[in-house]
């Protein structure tokens, strides 16, 4: 099929004047994980990865992906498409086409899925070329037969249980904000931001209980613009009392179109699509800055935090009930990695306030854990054995917070190199939950403390080694992050309350995958006459796999931190489990033998 669409799709550029076409994975919000209406890029290339771009030349049909999905995309691209390897999660492929394309040339993009930002880099590159860019409107429609029809699930409210301050509250710091900066308006573009400030919750995307909507914040105006079928009449009646005026989502455009061309619009540039500036007025004073609404939402509240651990707590008996089970069954019966990762969901189901996964399952056993964003499926059905590692990676959404939680863990026999490989990432984990720093540091800083012991034996693994993650919101949240990219997220100062993901992995090829997550929430630590110092409390509890650590590796402080955190585990977990599963978790952790 993609033979014959992209042979359709040069037609078209022909006929429009258009020398090669930008295909991203993105939607109208620059959301990560997108509604199945924007898989535009999937459903032409086959290739099923989170990330990923598609090039479309007259010669050359191209996939820019990232390390994560390298042996993915060679497995599941179609013709003609051909895989290129992105050496940096950025946008190498303009630099591509500023040496395949000749001076003149035009390249095709549909404006609502490219932001500002992408939009001036692109600019920048191509006008040293002499290369443009063209603006269109979604050509797909007239390809894609049975395209997915976006959807219209109804909106609810996060409670106030579970929110230190109303949406009014949220609404006038963002107000008071505006005052400050001398702007008029502010516009809101991200879901999750959008959720966070109306204090509301949808499902119009997997995993993510956000919904499609904008948001415009005046000095005496909160425009919210949304599909108003999905709010029933009490909920409705609520925003319009809260002084909140309701458009239809279509209205964005002829909205800021109308808006006076003296006034000053703060947006941010990474989320705001490009559409949306084109169509504001060409006097208006655009102000292009990080989210506000999102840096406030990245600092939880001591309540927030608090109800947070009570979740973690949960999904900890869920995935320690997990563990015990998949021990216990392995040997006896056949189970695959799908069967796992039902069982793990099955687990969490039963916990109060769950809703919904967080992310689909990594679910990987053997060569397949060497894959870090492995997807396990019934079509090729992987039977787990009582020898090697097996690797999980899940979470889920609870009305009290979001979790993401990765265990490998030894099903049996298992190798001198499994065992010295995952006591190096085990180095590095702790390495980064036991960090101390200055006030100011950065995620691209505490990247480095996660490596340092794989790279002293000239080992590394090619993603970042934390994500902020969301208070039952996205389980990717900005603006922090750990990664060796000293822009993007790892280039946001770290801030007291906020929660982030330590995540360090090793990938063979071949052979197996590894990876230990928790979640770590930043605090303050010592002040000294150097300043305000931070550091992090972990708050995912469930145990690590002690048949895998050589603590011959482990110096005296490590082991400690082991001890403590294993101790921690029992101390919350014990109370809520059953008396077979307390054995268990007994031995699970006991403490390490400091003779071996």
């Known amino acids: 099929m ?42 032409l290339t086959g290739f ?15 996939l820019w992906t990232d390390s994560r999905y390298f042996v993915q995309a060679k497995n599941e691209l179609k013709e003609p498409f051909k895989l290129f390897k992105l050496k940096t999660r950025g946008h190498e492929y303009i630099d591509w086409l500023c040496k395949e394309l000749k001076p003149g040339d035009r390249i095709g993009i549909n404006p609502e899925l490219f932001s500002l ?68 308006q502010i516009l809101v573009s991200a879901l999750d931001d959008i959720a966070w400030l109306l204090n509301l919750r949808g499902s119009d995307v997997n995993y993510n209980p956000v919904f499609r909507s904008f948001v415009l914040i005046q000095p005496n105006t909160t425009v919210l613009f949304v599909d108003q079928e999905k709010l029933n ?5 609520e925003l319009i009392n809260n002084g909140i005026l309701i458009k239809d989502y279509q209205l964005i ?93 099955e687990f969490r189901s039963v916990q109060n306030n769950y809703m919904q996964l967080s992310f689909e399952t990594i679910s990987a056993y053997a060569e397949n854990a060497a894959l870090p964003h492995y997807s396990c499926n019934n079509e090729n059905p992987v039977l787990l054995k009582t020898e090697g590692l097996y690797l999980i990676d899940s979470g889920a959404q609870y009305t009290d917070g979001t ?34 720093f200055p006030y100011g540091t950065k995620g691209f800083h505490i990247d480095t403390l996660a490596r340092l012991d794989l790279w002293q034996q000239g080992k590394d693994f090619g993603h970042g080694t934390g994500h902020g993650i969301g208070y039952f919101l996205n389980v990717h949240e900005g603006p922090q992050g750990f990664s060796q990219s000293q822009n993007g997220s790892a280039a946001s100062i770290l801030e007291p309350g906020m929660l982030i993901t330590n ?35 972990t708050l995912s509890y469930c145990p690590i796999d002690k048949n895998l650590i050589a603590v011959k590796l482990l110096n005296n402080l490590e082991i400690d931190w082991v001890n403590n955190y294993h101790n921690e585990v029992y ?24 003779s071996n």
């Open 2 to 43: 993609s033979l014959d669409i992209v042979r359709e799709l040069r037609q078209l550029m022909a006929q429009q004047q258009v020398d090669a076409l930008i295909i991203p994975t993105s939607d109208t919000h620059k959301s990560e994980y997108i509604v199945d209406y924007w898989k535009i890029r999937e459903w």
């Open 48 to 62: 099923s990865g989170s990330a990923g771009t598609a090039v479309i030349t007259n010669q050359n049909a191209d």
């Open 117 to 184: 930002s992408e939009i001036k880099n692109f600019e920048t590159k191509l006008s040293k070329r002499g290369i443009s860019l063209k603006l269109q409107n979604d050509i797909f429609d007239s390809l894609w037969k049975n395209r997915p029809i976006p959807q219209t699930n109804q909106i609810y409210t996060h409670s106030i249980e579970f929110n230190d301050l109303s949406r009014i509250d949220k609404i006038n710091k963002v107000k008071s904000y505006l005052i400050e900066t001398n702007a008029d």
């Open 233 to 237: 009449s009490d909920l409705k009646n």
């Open 253 to 345: 455009d002829k909205y800021l179109s109308e808006i006076s061309n003296n006034s000053t619009i703060e947006i941010d540039g990474n989320s705001a699509n490009y559409k949306l500036i084109n169509s504001m007025p060409a006097g208006i004073k655009i102000i292009e800055s990080a989210s506000m609404v999102g840096k406030l939402k990245a600092i939880k509240t001591d309540a927030e935090i608090s109800h947070y651990k009570n979740a973690q707590i949960r999904d900890g008996v869920a995935m320690c009930n997990f563990l015990h089970w998949l021990e216990d069954s392995v040997s006896k019966d056949f189970i695959t990695e799908v069967d796992a990762a039902m069982k793990s969901e």
């Open 403 to 436: 979790t993401d939680i990765t265990r490998t863990i030894a099903l049996g026999k298992v190798t001198n190199e499994e065992i010295t490989n995952f006591t190096l990432v085990l180095k590095g984990h702790i390495r980064v939950a036991t960090a101390k």
């Open 503 to 537: 995540e360090p992995g090793i990938y063979v090829e071949g052979k197996h995958g590894i990876r230990i997550e928790n979640v770590l929430v930043c605090k303050e630590d010592l002040k000294t006459e150097m300043g305000q110092f931070l550091s992090f409390d």
């Open 571 to 594: 101390e919350l977990i014990s109370p809520h489990v059953s008396e077979k599963l307390l054995e268990w978790l007994k031995a699970k952790t006991s403490p390490l033998d400091r």
